[in-house]
C-alpha cells in the first residue's frame, strides 16, 4: 500500500516529533518503535508504556434489543455483565471460523461497546449489518460504527495505576475489564482496564479532537515514573510473551476459537449464537490441533512466523506450524506461538523448530509463556 493512501491517526505528528519509525499496519501508517523494541518493551515491563491505538475500531450498540442481538453474533454472554463491565469475546462464522476477536463492554444497561481489530474494520462492520439486516431487522436497536471519530491509546506497565490517579482519581479502583465514562476538556471519554501486553492497563478512548491533548497530559503524569512511548514493535514481543492471540497470526477464518485455547470466552450455556454447533462439538469431542505456547531449548536465531514444527520422535516428522515467534526480551531467548497436531500439544513436549534449513529442539510450554516472579 502507498504512503499516501495510509490512514493517519489524529496522534500522526505526535509521533513524528518523538523520533517514532513509522510503517505500514493495517492499512495505517504507525509507529513500530521510537528507540528500539526491546528498550520500548522493558520500559511496559519495569515502569509504563503508552500506545497509539487509534486505529482499532469502535462499535456502538444501543436499545432494548442491544444485547439479545449481541448475544447471537458473539461467542460470550454479555448476560453475566453490569453495567461498567466488559470481557473478551469472538465473532464467529456459521462454521466456528473466527471473524475477529474483541472487547465487549456494557456501558449502561441497554448500551454496548465493541472494540475490534483495526484489519478487520470493514470486514466486521459488514458482517454485523448483513446479520441484522437479513435476519434481525425486527430487533429494537441502533448500531453506530464510531471508529473514525475517535481516537484510543493504551497505558501499560506496573507503574500505570499511579500514573493514571493523577489524571483520573477514581479509574484507578476500577477492576480488571471494567469500563469507566469521565471527562477530559469537556468531552466525554472512556477508561478501561484492559490492555495487551500482559501487564496491569488501562486503555483510554476519546473523540479524536482531544487525543493529543490527553497523550500529552498522561505522558506528564507519568513522567517521573519512567513512562515512555512504546511502538507496534513492543506491542508484538509484549502480547507473544503474554500468549495473546493476534488475528491473521493465530486467528483466522479457518481456525475456531476452542483450536486457539479460547474456549473460556464460548459461552456453553447459550442456546443460540453464530459458529456455536462446531465450537460445543469441538469442546466435547476435541480437535485434531491446538495452539501452542513453545520456548526454544537451544541456541538459535528467532523462530518466526510460517516456520515448520516437527516433532522430536524417530520419524521427525511435520506437526505443525509456527503462527508467531519472536526473541524474547524479558527471557534472552526464542518464543513463540504456533498450531501442532493435538497430541502434541501437551507442555513440556519436545518439539523441533526448521529455521534456515536447520531444525532446533524447543519445547511445548503454557501461556502465558513469560511470567513475572511472585
Known amino acids: 500500500m502507498e504512503e499516501s493512501t495510509l490512514k493517519r491517526t489524529p ?6 516529533a518523538l523520533g517514532g519509525r513509522m510503517v505500514e499496519f493495517g492499512g495505517w501508517d504507525m509507529p513500530v518503535l521510537y528507540t528500539s523494541i526491546v528498550k520500548e518493551h522493558h520500559s511496559v515491563r519495569n515502569a509504563a508504556g503508552l500506545f497509539d491505538i487509534s486505529h482499532m475500531g469502535e462499535f456502538l450498540f444501543e436499545g432494548r434489543e442491544a444485547k439479545k442481538f449481541l448475544n447471537i453474533i458473539l461467542t460470550n454472554d454479555l448476560s453475566k455483565l453490569d453495567p461498567g463491565q466488559g470481557h473478551y469475546s469472538l465473532l464467529c462464522q456459521d462454521n ?15 448500551r454496548y461497546l465493541l472494540i475490534v481489530n483495526a484489519s478487520r474494520i470493514e470486514v466486521d462492520w459488514m458482517w454485523i449489518r448483513s446479520q441484522r439486516n437479513s435476519k434481525y431487522k425486527s430487533l429494537q436497536l441502533e448500531m453506530t460504527d464510531i471508529s473514525k471519530n475517535y481516537a484510543a491509546m493504551a497505558l501499560q506497565g506496573p507503574n500505570s495505576v499511579e500514573i493514571i490517579s493523577k489524571l ?73 510473551e503474554a500468549g ?10 479457518e481456525t475456531t476459537p476452542i483450536e486457539a485455547g479460547l474456549g473460556w470466552a464460548v459461552a456453553d450455556h447459550k442456546i443460540n449464537f453464530i459458529g456455536r454447533d462446531t465450537c460445543i462439538a469441538q469442546k466435547q469431542d476435541g480437535t485434531s490441533r491446538r495452539c501452542i505456547g513453545f520456548k526454544m531449548t537451544g541456541k538459535s536465531a528467532p523462530p518466526r512466523e510460517n516456520y515448520t514444527i516437527f516433532n522430536s520422535c524417530e520419524d521427525k516428522r511435520e506437526i505443525g506450524q509456527v503462527t508467531s515467534g519472536t526473541q524474547s526480551p524479558s527471557l534472552g531467548f526464542g518464543i513463540g506461538l504456533g498450531y501442532v497436531e493435538s497430541q502434541y500439544a501437551k507442555s513440556g513436549t519436545p518439539i523441533e523448530i526448521e529455521i534456515r534449513n536447520n531444525r532446533f529442539p524447543a519445547e511445548v510450554v503454557k501461556r502465558p509463556i513469560f511470567r513475572k516472579p511472585d
Open 168 to 240: 483520573f482519581p477514581q479509574s484507578a479502583t476500577i477492576q480488571k475489564n471494567d469500563i469507566l465514562e469521565t471527562n477530559f476538556e469537556n468531552e466525554s471519554i472512556w477508561i478501561s482496564r484492559t490492555g495487551y501486553t500482559g501487564e496491569d492497563g488501562f486503555e483510554l478512548i476519546t473523540p479524536n479532537i482531544q487525543a493529543v491533548g490527553l497523550w500529552k497530559e498522561v505522558f506528564k503524569a507519568g513522567e517521573s515514573l519512567g513512562l515512555a512511548p512504546a511502538g507496534l514493535g513492543a506491542r508484538d514481543t509484549l502480547r507473544t
Open 11 to 16: 496522534l500522526y505528528n505526535t509521533h513524528l
Open 96 to 110: 466456528g471460523g473466527v471473524i475477529d476477536d474483541l472487547y465487549a463492554y456494557r456501558l449502561s444497561e441497554d
Open 244 to 253: 495473546y492471540s493476534l488475528y491473521g497470526h493465530e486467528l483466522n477464518s
